[in-house]
């Protein structure tokens, strides 16, 4: 079995079709339990988040691996095979570890060095393993690649590097409508993406600081963590047009800001600057309330190009030293516990040869109890003696690139037979199955 990713994200697709393609949580778990009753797949986790989708699956073979979960992904989404497949990556064995360490470690975020994928990839996986979808393969990876994102901001300075999404958006609003400490801030949404917005207000301390959200609760209890106070959703008009920046990430279907709304709102200010900050997928604000006099929109597609110019060189490097160190240790393991199978049969044959000559002895000589059961001692030590440093050997070797040949070796020279033991073997780099016209993987394109 081997693991394969296929997603899109905002670097591959538009950010329309990722609106399109957006999956909530129990849509992303149903996926993952039609993936794993697919001909192909054993296991399956889907990370879905604002910019990005990606289903992780444990794979028997390549071709049909692929075929079910872009057939399955396309049902899920609702779009056409043929409107994903342009936009799709595939990630194979080597190149699948990899790219996942690089999301856990953030360097693959819009904001780069962002820690909400931390969070995010932990939920994806405690949730694929509460409905059986993760175990044994999966669910050790994802622990390993959460491990990765840990030591990528302890161990660097990508946390003071580069900053979040929200950090990013309030920058960006605040070239529109000036400092924050002079300005009103209206967060639609109580989540955990507003969440970060108001600790973040409160920590620059705005101004003044209004949340809305359809749960009067959860918008309290929100407001009175930032300081602020809040409204509910059907005073949202009079609260946009006191705000001189309005923070939006609900995770509602449709627009919660419309074009309509926004005019409303400049018009009640007189046409002072107003700024949005959309964190939402889909969209919360129509795109066209940037028409607005006044209005500045600033979505997760205007923040990743602009969050693009900004990664740090020297500690994004570091981050990738670390992903590529990981990713040869992941690698070098799995490939000592494939030739695990083959120590067991080794020494399973020679335990049944001395067993065997052991009886035959038996039969054509009678010997003493005691002496007899010296000399099975005595056979069975100078057997482990002999077995032992070619098993370490093995062992040892099989942690290199190529080292599965030792293990073969072993096997053809002794005869072994595995039985259902699958040996773990390099596989050759496939085309694109039917159906699903795109690059093949990489199997060992370590982070450059």
Do not use: W
């Amino acid at each position: 079995m081997s693991v394969l990713v296929v997603g899109l994200s905002y670097r591959t697709a538009p950010l329309d079709l990722l609106e399109r393609a957006a999956l909530g949580g129990t849509a992303a778990r149903t996926l993952e339990a039609d993936l794993c009753r697919s001909d192909s797949v054993a296991e399956a986790v889907v990370l879905a988040t604002c910019n990005r989708l990606e289903v992780y699956a444990e794979v028997s073979k390549f071709h049909g691996g692929v075929a079910d979960v872009g057939a399955l992904l396309a049902a899920a989404t609702g779009l056409t095979l043929a409107e994903l497949t342009d936009h799709l990556y595939v990630h194979y064995e080597a190149a699948a570890v990899t790219h996942l360490f690089t999301v856990a470690a953030g360097l693959d975020s819009m904001a780069v060095g962002e820690q909400q994928i931390l969070g995010q990839v932990r939920t994806a996986l405690r949730e694929a393993q509460e409905s059986g979808s993760a175990a044994r393969v999966l669910g050790h990876l994802l622990q390993v690649a959460l491990r990765v994102g840990k030591r990528a901001h302890s161990e660097t300075g990508l946390d003071r590097a580069a900053g979040s999404l929200v950090e990013a958006g309030i920058a960006r609003s605040e070239q529109a409508v000036g400092p924050l400490a002079q300005a009103s801030v209206l967060v639609v949404g109580a989540g955990a993406m507003s969440g970060l917005a108001v600790a973040t207000m409160a920590r620059r301390g705005v101004g003044r600081l209004v949340v809305a959200n359809r749960t009067a609760a959860r918008a309290q209890r929100l407001a009175e963590a930032g300081g602020g106070t809040a409204v509910p959703m059907s005073d949202l008009p009079a609260a946009l047009a006191a705000a001189d920046v309005v923070v939006s990430c609900t995770g509602a279907v449709g627009h919660v800001v419309t074009a309509g709304l926004a005019a409303a709102a400049s018009a009640a200010r007189g046409g002072r600057p107003q700024a949005y900050v959309d964190l939402a997928l889909p969209r919360d604000v129509d795109p066209q309330a940037a028409d607005v006099d006044g209005v500045t929109v600033v979505d997760l597609e205007a923040l990743g190009r602009h969050l693009a110019t900004h990664e740090v060189a020297v500690e994004v490097a570091q981050v990738r030293e670390i992903v590529v160190a990981e990713v040869q240790t992941y690698l070098a393991e799995q490939r000592a516990q494939a030739v695990a199978p083959t120590v067991v049969a080794l020494r399973a044959h020679a335990r049944s040869v001395v067993e065997a000559e052991l009886t035959r002895l038996q039969q054509r000589v009678q010997v003493d109890p005691t002496v007899r059961a010296e000399l099975e001692q005595t056979v069975h030590r100078v057997v482990e003696k002999l077995l032992h440093n070619p098993t370490v050997r093995v062992k040892e070797l099989a942690g290199e690139p190529g080292g599965s040949a030792y293990a073969d070796a072993l096997r053809e020279l002794f005869g072994l037979d595995l039985g259902r033991v699958a040996a773990v073997s390099e596989q050759p780099v496939p085309s694109s199955p039917p159906g699903l016209s795109i690059p093949a993987p990489s199997h060992t394109g370590l982070v450059s």
